[in-house]
């Protein structure tokens, strides 16, 4: 006899100690086209069944080592998928029945038994485990089809709040840039004050659509992190610059305390380290109404420790547990005075646990709330302060409150300062060094007002504003240099240069066309692809700024078409405007033939400054012709790497290390073949060629700020003409010579600042 399985097999397993009832089941079912194991051992069959993934179980009930029903008991604790059937004679049929109805075992089989009965209920068997595996298989498929078309709806609902985010994103900015515009012209009082509280809170609204977007990002599993080399100085002016008029106008403290053995540089994702610190200091800062907000930052050889602490309301312990849940807020109450989506914490979590991390925290309602996080962290490259720095000073604190007496000296003693806490009504707040040899202990209740030296009255100015002040004012000058204090630049305001702005966005158009205005150049504009083309074919620009993404024909298209067309369009700079600066969107821009690009929204400061830097050889171009003299003295002169620091560190600051490192591999790769045609198009007496690719070389070299590599390319296009072309030999030589200097230099300040 068969047993009918539909191509599905069975494996079955017989357990008998009786070796002849072993041997007449194996004849009674020799013929069956299912995978039979037997064996005498219940402890052996326990192995077979976790082995071989036994389908049936037919075992015997009374065996010497284990009886049936306990062997069963344990095959449908561990194996509830399989079909177990017992053995028994009737004797056993109460102890029998109690262990179906326990649902132990399936069935059983009466001794003495006849095999078309035992084959009989086989076969049922099996085709209940045949029924059991199809309806698996369907539960599973619906089960599948179920998370597939949750996914699809979950991928949906953040595609749709990414794409809302940018479009809300993009009119906002636009709102921004035209308030940041009003707020430079000439206001009274009242009306100065309404804008900049309309320009706060359109920040605020800002940061939240940005919450959103990265929420929508983290969830579709498009959030990536960019690993960089930064100062962790940086990061406090940073925190300092965005929360202080916060804490001022709450008339709270805002105070760092930072181990001197933390690395003075960090190797993390910089951008997503300040999301994280923003989303939890912007948190401690709303919840709380007195005292202040202290952030703590420390080390050990593995990991980088952030403390944030403030004396605010509290947390229940009830509700700590759903505080990193996403749109959800500790107590609806606090909707009414606290605003804010619910996302701060829930994506401040997903971060941390992205950088591989620990976030927990602890709290009492009515003293405030620490927020701890723990980030892997193993590089180092010299301590914030080191050993040799911490010598010890006395320090006498007079007048300040218990939350700023605290941090202070939490910090002061990290440095291995003495401390002395005054508190005299008839003196103000003051911070007093002592000179050596002082007698330190002289400083009671009874200090003499006129001992003393104050530094300034104002807590959040001596501690945090002035941070590095403090550093000099204890440790003396220059104690740490950071590439985050970089020296405001006067910016050359422009002589009537024609920019034509290629923007689809109506007030993006306005505020760029403004600030260009505004800037005394004369600016033209364009809203899509094919009229970009047609302006440039019918003017004659400085500059070309393109949006990428436009009706009709995007920017990439249109600066192909224009390129296509050669001669004057082959150089005409165009510098792509994007919110996108990730390595692929750099290398789309380059490769549609764009020299540079500006990120949105658009900072003005950092605008004017490249143009400047792009127009600056438009004085120079009135004097073609240059002598072998003028030539051999700009090469003793200038035959070295000049870089412009101020400009590397502005573009870091725009761009972040990673990509900074990815435009000097591109700007050392392209000006090495723009170099060597122009030694090859002087060999063949070709000026075009070397006008075009010293053009190109001039734009590029002043972006990166290579200054003496833009000068003498300058030079060389303004001296490429037929009729001087053999004076240019000593000029292409210097060209050659600066370029591998340069390129040494701008090697140099990658691998101390980005490797």
């Given at each position: 006899?068969?047993?009918e399985?539909?191509k599905?097999?069975?494996?079955?397993l017989?357990v008998d100690d009786e070796?002849?009832?072993?041997?007449?089941l194996?004849?009674l079912?020799?013929?069956?086209?299912?995978?039979?194991?037997f064996?005498?051992d219940?402890?052996?069959a326990?192995?077979?069944?976790?082995s071989?993934n036994i389908?049936i179980?037919?075992?015997d009930?009374?065996m010497?080592t284990?009886?049936?029903?306990?062997?069963l008991s344990?095959?449908?604790?561990?194996?509830?998928?399989?079909?177990?059937?017992l053995?028994?004679g009737n004797?056993?049929?109460?102890?029998?029945?109690?262990a179906i109805?326990?649902?132990?075992?399936?069935?059983?089989i009466?001794?003495?038994?006849?095999?078309s009965?035992?084959?009989?209920?086989l076969?049922s068997?099996?085709?209940?485990?045949q029924l059991?595996?199809?309806?698996?298989?369907?539960l599973?498929?619906?089960?599948e089809?179920?998370?597939?078309?949750?996914?699809?709806?979950?991928?949906?609902k953040?595609?749709?709040?990414a794409?809302?985010?940018?479009?809300i994103?993009t009119?906002l900015?636009a709102i921004?840039?035209?308030?940041?515009?009003?707020?430079?012209s000439?206001l009274?009082l009242?009306?100065?004050?309404l804008?900049?509280?309309?320009?706060?809170?359109?920040?605020?609204l800002l940061?939240?659509v940005?919450n959103?977007l990265d929420?929508?990002k983290l969830?579709t599993?498009?959030?990536?992190?960019?690993?960089?080399?930064?100062?962790?100085?940086s990061?406090?002016?940073?925190?300092?610059e965005?929360f202080?008029?916060?804490a001022?106008?709450?008339?709270?403290?805002?105070m760092?305390?930072i181990?001197?053995?933390?690395?003075?540089?960090l190797?993390?994702d910089?951008?997503?380290?300040?999301?994280?610190l923003?989303?939890l200091?912007g948190?401690?800062?709303k919840?709380t109404?007195?005292?202040?907000v202290?952030i703590f930052?420390?080390?050990s050889?593995?990991?980088?420790y952030?403390e944030i602490i403030?004396?605010?309301?509290?947390?229940r312990?009830?509700?700590?547990t759903?505080?990193f849940?996403?749109?959800?807020?500790?107590d609806?109450s606090?909707r009414?005075?606290?605003?804010?989506?619910g996302l701060?914490l829930?994506i401040s979590?997903?971060?941390?646990?992205?950088?591989?991390?620990?976030l927990?925290?602890?709290?009492q309602v009515?003293?405030?709330?620490?927020?701890?996080?723990t980030l892997?962290?193993?590089?180092?490259?010299?301590?914030?302060?080191?050993?040799?720095?911490?010598?010890?000073r006395?320090?006498?604190l007079?007048n300040?409150d218990a939350?700023?007496?605290?941090?202070?000296?939490?910090?002061?003693?990290l440095w291995?300062?003495?401390v002395?806490?005054?508190?005299?009504n008839?003196?103000?707040?003051q911070?007093?060094i002592?000179?050596k040899?002082?007698n330190?202990?002289q400083?009671t209740?009874?200090?003499?007002a006129?001992?003393?030296?104050s530094?300034?009255?104002?807590?959040?100015k001596?501690f945090?504003?002035?941070?590095h002040?403090?550093?000099e004012?204890?440790?003396?000058?220059k104690?740490i240099?950071?590439a985050?204090?970089?020296?405001k630049?006067s910016f050359?305001?422009g002589?009537?240069e024609k920019i034509?702005v290629v923007?689809?966005?109506?007030p993006n158009?306005?505020?760029v066309?403004t600030l260009?205005?505004?800037?005394n150049?004369n600016?033209d504009?364009?809203?899509?692809g094919i009229?970009?083309?047609?302006?440039?074919?019918s003017?004659?620009?400085?500059?070309?700024?393109?949006?990428?993404?436009?009706p009709?024909?995007?920017?990439?298209?249109?600066c192909?078409i224009i390129?296509s067309k050669g001669d004057?369009?082959?150089t005409?700079?165009?510098w792509?405007?994007?919110?996108?600066?990730g390595k692929?969107?750099?290398?789309?821009?380059l490769?549609?033939g764009?020299d540079?690009?500006?990120?949105?929204p658009?900072?003005k400061?950092?605008?004017?400054?490249?143009i400047?830097l792009?127009?600056?050889?438009?004085?120079?171009?009135?004097?073609?012709?240059?002598?072998?003299?003028d030539?051999?003295?700009?090469?003793t002169?200038?035959?070295k790497?000049?870089?412009a620091?101020d400009?590397i560190?502005?573009?870091?600051?725009d761009?972040?290390?990673?990509?900074f490192?990815?435009i000097?591999?591109l700007?050392?790769k392209e000006?090495?073949?723009?170099?060597?045609?122009?030694?090859?198009?002087?060999s063949?007496?070709n000026?075009?060629?070397?006008?075009?690719?010293?053009?190109?070389?001039?734009s590029?070299a002043?972006t990166?700020g290579?200054?003496?590599?833009?000068?003498i390319a300058?030079?060389?296009e303004?001296g490429?003409?037929?009729d001087?072309?053999?004076?240019?030999?000593?000029m292409?030589?210097?060209?050659?010579?600066?370029a591998?200097c340069?390129?040494?230099a701008?090697?140099?300040?990658k691998e101390?600042?980005?490797?």
């Amino acid at each position: 006899m068969t047993i009918e399985l539909d191509k599905i097999q069975v494996k079955i397993l017989f357990v008998d100690d009786e070796e002849e009832i072993l041997i007449s089941l194996k004849r009674l079912t020799r013929n069956l086209e299912e995978e039979i194991f037997f064996t005498n051992d219940p402890l052996e069959a326990i192995d077979i069944v976790y082995s071989k993934n036994i389908d049936i179980v037919v075992s015997d009930l009374r065996m010497p080592t284990m009886d049936g029903i306990t062997f069963l008991s344990n095959i449908a604790e561990r194996c509830p998928e399989t079909i177990r059937i017992l053995l028994s004679g009737n004797s056993d049929a109460d102890m029998v029945m109690s262990a179906i109805n326990k649902g132990r075992i399936w069935g059983f089989i009466e001794k003495p038994w006849k095999g078309s009965d035992l084959l009989a209920v086989l076969n049922s068997a099996v085709n209940t485990q045949q029924l059991i595996r199809i309806r698996s298989n369907q539960l599973y498929k619906e089960l599948e089809q179920a998370k597939l078309m949750a996914d699809a709806r979950v991928n949906t609902k953040n595609e749709f709040l990414a794409v809302m985010s940018h479009e809300i994103r993009t009119p906002l900015k636009a709102i921004l840039g035209s308030l940041d515009l009003l707020a430079d012209s000439n206001l009274d009082l009242k009306q100065n004050t309404l804008v900049h509280n309309t320009l706060s809170s359109g920040k605020a609204l800002l940061s939240i659509v940005n919450n959103v977007l990265d929420y929508s990002k983290l969830q579709t599993g498009k959030f990536s992190l960019n690993i960089h080399k930064f100062d962790v100085l940086s990061t406090i002016d940073y925190l300092h610059e965005i929360f202080i008029e916060n804490a001022n106008a709450k008339n709270i403290a805002l105070m760092f305390c930072i181990s001197p053995a933390v690395s003075k540089q960090l190797m993390l994702d910089e951008q997503r380290l300040n999301q994280l610190l923003i989303n939890l200091v912007g948190n401690a800062i709303k919840f709380t109404d007195h005292g202040g907000v202290e952030i703590f930052i420390d080390s050990s050889e593995n990991n980088l420790y952030f403390e944030i602490i403030d004396t605010g309301i509290g947390i229940r312990n009830k509700d700590i547990t759903n505080l990193f849940s996403e749109f959800v807020q500790v107590d609806s109450s606090y909707r009414r005075r606290y605003e804010g989506t619910g996302l701060g914490l829930a994506i401040s979590k997903q971060l941390v646990d992205l950088m591989g991390g620990e976030l927990s925290v602890s709290s009492q309602v009515g003293q405030g709330s620490s927020f701890k996080f723990t980030l892997p962290h193993s590089y180092f490259s010299q301590p914030l302060l080191a050993p040799e720095k911490l010598v010890k000073r006395n320090i006498t604190l007079v007048n300040y409150d218990a939350f700023c007496e605290k941090v202070l000296m939490k910090q002061l003693k990290l440095w291995r300062c003495e401390v002395n806490l005054v508190k005299d009504n008839r003196l103000k707040q003051q911070f007093y060094i002592h000179e050596k040899g002082e007698n330190f202990s002289q400083y009671t209740t009874e200090i003499n007002a006129h001992q003393m030296e104050s530094i300034n009255s104002s807590v959040d100015k001596l501690f945090v504003e002035n941070y590095h002040g403090l550093l000099e004012r204890i440790f003396g000058k220059k104690t740490i240099e950071t590439a985050s204090r970089v020296d405001k630049q006067s910016f050359k305001i422009g002589d009537g240069e024609k920019i034509l702005v290629v923007e689809d966005s109506l007030p993006n158009q306005l505020v760029v066309k403004t600030l260009l205005e505004n800037a005394n150049y004369n600016v033209d504009v364009a809203s899509n692809g094919i009229e970009a083309i047609e302006r440039v074919e019918s003017n004659i620009y400085a500059l070309v700024l393109m949006d990428l993404s436009m009706p009709k024909m995007d920017g990439a298209q249109a600066c192909k078409i224009i390129r296509s067309k050669g001669d004057s369009f082959s150089t005409l700079p165009i510098w792509a405007m994007t919110a996108n600066v990730g390595k692929r969107d750099i290398q789309h821009c380059l490769d549609a033939g764009m020299d540079d690009f500006i990120e949105k929204p658009i900072n003005k400061k950092v605008l004017f400054n490249k143009i400047k830097l792009l127009l600056t050889s438009s004085n120079e171009k009135s004097n073609t012709n240059i002598s072998v003299t003028d030539a051999d003295e700009f090469e003793t002169n200038t035959c070295k790497a000049d870089i412009a620091l101020d400009i590397i560190e502005q573009l870091i600051k725009d761009t972040g290390y990673s990509v900074f490192s990815t435009i000097i591999e591109l700007f050392v790769k392209e000006t090495t073949q723009r170099v060597s045609r122009i030694e090859i198009a002087y060999s063949g007496g070709n000026h075009l060629t070397i006008k075009n690719e010293a053009h190109a070389i001039k734009s590029s070299a002043a972006t990166v700020g290579a200054t003496a590599l833009s000068t003498i390319a300058v030079k060389l296009e303004n001296g490429s003409h037929p009729d001087i072309l053999h004076q240019l030999a000593p000029m292409v030589t210097s060209l050659s010579f600066i370029a591998k200097c340069t390129f040494e230099a701008l090697h140099l300040y990658k691998e101390e600042h980005c490797d």
